[in-house]
């Protein structure tokens, strides 16, 4: 079973930063795609960002560009979230997906979730 555990939720206010972590397995973090998506209360899920093996090739989605940027650590099988300037329309419950076929997608295929970090941002 692949799991993938989220750590580095909480509450901030509007302007600070806080880093999302993922933990897989070796195989899991090899074989597919690791990205984030978020789910705002009433909302639909929405792509955050992606990151290939190599950690060469980055995709963010236009919300995020230029504040969040996500990494990768390959020999400890963890995925970060470095998310910065942080605002309130940024709450969300923040979702660690491994995935396979399209990167840029609200609707990944053959995906395995993380159990969610609730990042609140106060205004």
């Known amino acids: 079973q692949v799991q993938l555990v989220e750590s580095g939720g909480g509450l901030v206010q509007a302007g600070g930063s806080l880093r999302l972590s993922c933990a897989t397995s070796r195989r899991t973090f090899s074989d597919y795609t690791m990205g984030w998506f978020r789910q705002a209360p009433g909302k639909e899920r929405k792509f955050v960002a992606a990151?290939?093996?190599?950690?060469?090739?980055?995709y963010y989605a236009d919300s995020v560009k230029g504040r969040f940027t996500i990494s990768r650590d390959n020999a400890k099988n963890t995925v970060y979230l470095q998310m910065n300037s942080l605002k309130p329309e940024d709450t969300a419950v923040y979702y660690c997906a491994a995935y396979k076929g399209t990167v840029v997608t609200d609707t990944p295929s053959f995906v395995y979730w993380g159990q969610g970090a609730q990042v609140t941002v106060s205004s």
């Open positions: 990151i290939m093996w190599s950690g060469t090739s980055t």
